[in-house]
């Protein structure tokens, strides 16, 4: 399996402000992935990071306020823009194998907005 | 109504019970279904990987696919203080996606 950095792994950021969020994969991998978990809810995917295209959004998530970015197989960045108190979250890397079904998950970014 | 059902719990069992987590789904079309382990402050943790209905087993653990009744369990034997986390059942009609859709998550605390 491929093991995933993301960091910060933490923040407390200011109304208005952005925060960006790296995600590193130890192996080259064919897809990532970006996805919030809100306090008591399910994972939801925000967004599929292509490699040198824009990121394939879901419904619900607009590039302006979350622009993705993956330059190479291995890294990508999330950005959460013009944040206000609900964006407070996780915000989840995750990213499968060249052939391999599996979606494994990054330790996470817990953002509190304030 | 949400695709995929799942009740946060918390379930709190002894040292060595068997333990019993369930998801029911709504989408026919799903046939891969996973289940993530999450503790405090982590990822999820990849610990099942199934296609379709039947068993799969793997150690203390045993994952069961019921498509006719689009609901999927699963169980641990003998549990230990270690597996206490929140485990959260994952399922797509398509492999090859990132594109899972996730439960709310099961939290689980196993006391010695």
């Known amino acids: 399996s491929a093991v995933i950095s993301q960091k910060p792994s933490r923040d407390i950021c200011q109304r208005g402000t952005s925060l960006t969020i790296q995600c590193q994969v130890d192996?080259?991998?064919?897809?990532m992935f970006w996805y919030r978990q809100q306090p008591g809810q399910s994972l939801t995917l925000i967004a599929t990071?292509?490699?040198?295209?824009?990121?394939?959004?879901e419904s619900g998530f607009v590039i302006d306020k979350f622009p993705i970015s993956r330059p190479n197989l291995t890294f990508s960045t999330l950005t959460v823009s013009n944040l206000s108190p609900e964006d407070s979250s996780i915000y989840l890397c995750?990213?499968?194998?060249?052939?391999?079904?599996?979606?494994?998950f990054g330790s996470g970014t817990q953002l509190s907005v304030l | 109504q949400k695709e995929v059902e799942q009740d946060p719990g918390p379930l709190s069992v002894p040292e060595g019970a068997i333990v019993s987590l369930n998801c029911t789904y709504s989408?026919?079309?799903?046939?891969?279904f996973m289940w993530y382990r999450q503790y405090s402050r982590k990822g999820p943790e990849l610990l099942m990987y199934t296609y379709s209905s039947g068993n799969k087993e793997d150690g203390r653990f045993t994952a069961q696919v019921d498509k006719s009744s689009k609901y999927i369990s699963l169980f641990i034997r003998d549990s230990q203080p270690s597996d206490s986390a929140t485990y959260l059942c994952?399922?797509?009609?398509?492999?090859?996606?990132?594109?899972?859709?996730f439960g709310q998550g099961t939290t689980l605390q196993v006391k010695p």
């Open positions: 990071a292509n490699q040198g295209s824009e990121a394939t959004y």
């Open positions: 192996s080259q991998v064919t897809m």
């Open positions: 994952a399922m797509s009609a398509y492999s090859n996606t990132g594109k899972l859709i």
């Open positions: 995750s990213a499968s194998g060249q052939a391999n079904e599996k979606l494994f």
């Open positions: 989408n026919s079309a799903f046939q891969y």
